[in-house]
C-alpha cells in the first residue's frame, strides 16, 4: 500500500513572496510517479508539476519547483513571486509504474494575502 | 483541444434513488479513472479503466456502485439505491497510456436528502 501526508492543513504567505507546502509519502515501489494538483473553488484539479522517481533533478515548472528528496521520502513544492491566483488547495499525490490510481495527501490550502 | 468533460455539474437526489454520471475523457486517452471527494475522507480512488482490458474495481466501497466504459471512450458511473454518505464530489480523469499524469475534469457534486 502507499500513502502520502500533508502535514499543513493550512498555509498563508503575502503576495510576491516565497511558500513551501510540505508532503511525504511511502511506497514499497522502485519507480513512482510524484505529482502536485491545485484545486481552485472551481473544483477543477490542474496539474501543478510532475517528478519522476528516477531522475535526480528537481522539476521545475515557471515559479514552481519542487525539492525531491528520495532517501527521506520527501517532495516538497516552492512557490516563487506568490501571486493571488495561486490560492487553492494543494494535493500532493503518487503513482506506481502501473499508474493504476493516484494516492493523494490530504492537502494544504494555501491563501495569499495582498 | 477539449478536456476532460462531466456532467451534470451538479445532481441532487433523493436517498434511495438511482442516479448516473458521465464522464467524457480527453480524445484519444486510453486510461479513464473515478474519485471521490469528500470532507471527511478526501480524494478516494473508485475504480480505473485502460484500454479493453478488465477494469480495477478495487475502490468502489460497496455493490451499489458500478461503472462501465462504452467503446474505450465515454464512462458512466452508477450509484444505486444512493445513501446520505454517498454525497461527495465525483471526479473523473483521464490519461495517455502508462504512468503519465492525470487530467481531471470539472466534477459533480452529488447531494443525496
Known amino acids: 500500500a502507499q500513502t502520502v501526508t500533508q502535514s499543513q492543513p493550512e498555509m498563508s504567505v503575502q503576495e510576491a513572496e516565497t511558500v513551501t507546502l510540505s508532503c511525504t509519502y511511502d511506497t514499497s515501489e522502485s519507480d513512482y510517479y510524484l505529482f502536485w494538483y491545485k484545486q481552485p473553488p472551481s473544483r477543477q484539479m490542474i496539474l501543478v508539476i510532475r517528478?519522476?522517481?528516477?531522475?535526480?533533478q528537481n522539476a521545475t515548472e515557471n515559479r514552481f519547483s519542487v525539492n525531491f528528496q528520495k532517501a527521506a521520502k520527501s517532495f516538497s513544492l516552492k512557490i516563487s513571486d506568490s501571486q493571488l491566483g495561486d490560492a487553492a488547495m494543494y494535493f500532493c499525490a503518487l503513482t506506481n509504474n502501473a499508474g493504476n490510481m493516484l494516492t493523494f495527501g490530504g492537502g494544504t490550502r494555501l491563501m495569499v494575502k495582498p | 483541444g477539449a478536456g476532460v468533460s462531466q456532467s451534470p455539474s451538479n445532481k441532487v437526489t433523493e436517498k434511495g434513488k438511482d442516479v448516473e454520471l458521465r464522464c467524457d475523457p480527453i480524445s484519444g486517452h486510453t486510461a479513464l479513472y473515478w474519485y471521490r471527494q469528500s470532507l471527511g475522507q478526501g480524494l478516494e480512488f473508485l475504480i480505473y479503466?485502460?484500454?479493453?482490458?478488465?477494469?480495477?474495481k478495487s475502490g468502489l466501497p460497496s455493490d451499489r456502485f458500478s461503472a462501465e466504459r462504452t467503446g474505450g471512450s465515454v464512462s458512466t458511473l452508477t450509484i444505486q439505491r444512493t445513501q446520505q454518505e454517498d454525497s461527495a464530489v465525483y471526479l473523473c480523469a483521464s490519461s495517455p497510456q502508462g504512468p503519465r499524469e492525470q487530467y481531471f475534469g470539472p466534477g459533480t457534486r452529488l447531494t443525496v436528502t
Open positions: 479503466f485502460q484500454g479493453n482490458s478488465a477494469p480495477d
Open positions: 517528478q519522476e522517481a528516477y531522475k535526480q
